[in-house]
């Protein structure tokens, strides 16, 4: 029972897994700027899982709650919010870079490129 | 009233989690891409539906059910917005429907629509030649008919003016 | 009991989602895919009682970075890929990787156990003294743009120099009157003016999704919300205009000008309160200065501060997506 307790780090242990596996084993700059965005997912779910409380409910303080209610812990979710943003900002960047090699080399297999680039 | 309140939003639910159910199994069983469009658009519109209907009936009369209807207008905006535009991208692409008529025979080649004006053409309004031909073709062929009914206004009006 | 079964679906259904992406050849699916872990993924925050975070997902990674991915992949223009190369090595250390993870995870406390160590030294303090010192009810909001201030100037910051670069490589040149006309850049740019349905739909939507992003960024105090997900969410609403009638007629709704300089001014507004805070006396980004009223002072600063965010991250979104979509236009 306590494995079930777990099972969301044993999900982020697996997710990334599977980013690195897609950013390493895959040749296509895109794929592999997908699995990138699959590997900080997996460290949002991390974050968020260590905010969880029993019984807590998010943290909004209203004007009118008893005094003992339990709230989740709200800092998790700042690093996570500038996080998500910082995210985007790196994947545009990066397509950004993908378009101008594929203008520059035609293609955006990574190998073909470390051919292309021997060659000269 | 709260339990028949309660069945209702029950049997409300159930139903919607049925066509939701029906739904997901339609887009796996079913052979061609136009008829899987068919079973998910069932999602969304019947399943929302009945769903948000269950859930409006707990609400109670406090600002939840009228948050809820908001988003059941919004979905019922968009949801058949999107599958119309997936399955108009997908027959004007050139996807052709597997279809069978009675006597069991394919539908002829061809493409069954035309397709998209490409970059740099603009899409016109101008009739295709062919199409414009057949209607040539049928309005020389009733026109004969109508020569002489047209003769006899003209000899009554030439008639009127004389008198 | 209901919840925890729940959850555990969702998280299965984001390991089934990450399968797939890695295993689809086809790079349409994918981004598709990660459009979908993307929801799911906000799913699963909602879950986690994490509702700011669960907004700001589903409107970035779920929305705008869709869109940026098929922006790119409109210009790649490479739908398939080439078989893996020979792949044991990534394998076995992403394994050994996976394994050392999971070894170490085993010790963590599980999921929602109060007496967890994280919720121990820095969370109550806030929790306590948000209603004396900012009187905000959205904790995180408050965490956001007062007590962790600098930590949101430096993500501003970022996001407006990631804007930078993408202007420097993919340009911000209109095209010169002198190689194409205007009338054939019209022309030329892709719309989806011939189709009818989504064009009147999306356009009676727009005014919508831009006065819930404003309704989104004010109330970002009082419930879940911010600038984050404003900037996001009025960016959406551009960028769908945009997609529906086409590139140029997008330009004439928000011009080049006008998105530049909500990204510069939103940095400036940020800035330029931190500075005013100095002028005034306390520290940098010490909003209680400014007014007699300290609540009042924060509560000001919070205001001003969301919406030097919200401003760049609209003008940042918007700029980037016409800086890909211009490209295509040859």
Known sequence: MELLGLYNYFVFAVLLMVGLYCILARTNIIKSLIGLSIFQGAVFLLYISMDKIDGGTGPIILEGAPADTIYANPLPQVLILTAIVVGISTTALGLAVAVRIREAYGTIEEDKIQEMDREQ | MDLALDIISAVLLAAGTFFVFAGGVGVMRMPDFYTRMHAASLTDTGGAALIIAGLLLQGGLTLAPVKLLAIFLFLFLTSPTASYALVNAALLSGLKPKARNETGLSLPEGDAVKPAPKLGERGTNKPDEDIRKAAAKTVAKRTPAKKPAAKKPAAKKKAAKKS | MMTIVFSLFLLTMLVLVAVAILRTDNLFTAVMLSGIFSLLMAANFFVLDAADVALTEAVIGAGISTVLFLGALALTAEKDRSPPVGSWVPLISASALGAVIIYGVLQAPRLG???????????????????????VPNVVTAVLASFRGYDTLGEVFV??????????????????????KLTEYEERSRNLRHHLIPRIV?????????????????????????????GGLIAAGVILYSLLEGDWRGRELVPEWFSSLLVALGALLYAGVGVACMLKGGHFLNYSVLFEDPIKGQ?????????????????????????????GVR
């Open chain 3, 202 to 230: 999306g356009k009676m939507l727009v005014p919508f999704i831009v006065l819930f992003g404003l309704y989104v960024q004010f109330h970002g105090d009082f419930g879940p919300g911010g600038g984050f997900q404003a």
């Open chain 3, 159 to 180: 996001v407006f120099i990631a804007c930078m670069g993408v202007m420097a490589l993919l340009g911000r040149v209109r095209p010169r009157r002198d190689s194409i």
């Open chain 3, 299 to 327: 509560h000001v600063g919070i205001l001003l501060v969301e919406l030097g965010v919200g401003m760049t991250v609209t003008g940042v979104m918007i700029t980037v997506f016409h800086a890909f979509a211009r490209r």
């Open chain 3, 113 to 135: 156990d109060p007496n967890a160590v994280v919720h121990n030294h820095v969370a109550p303090w806030y929790l306590e003294k948000t209603p004396e010192l900012i009187d």
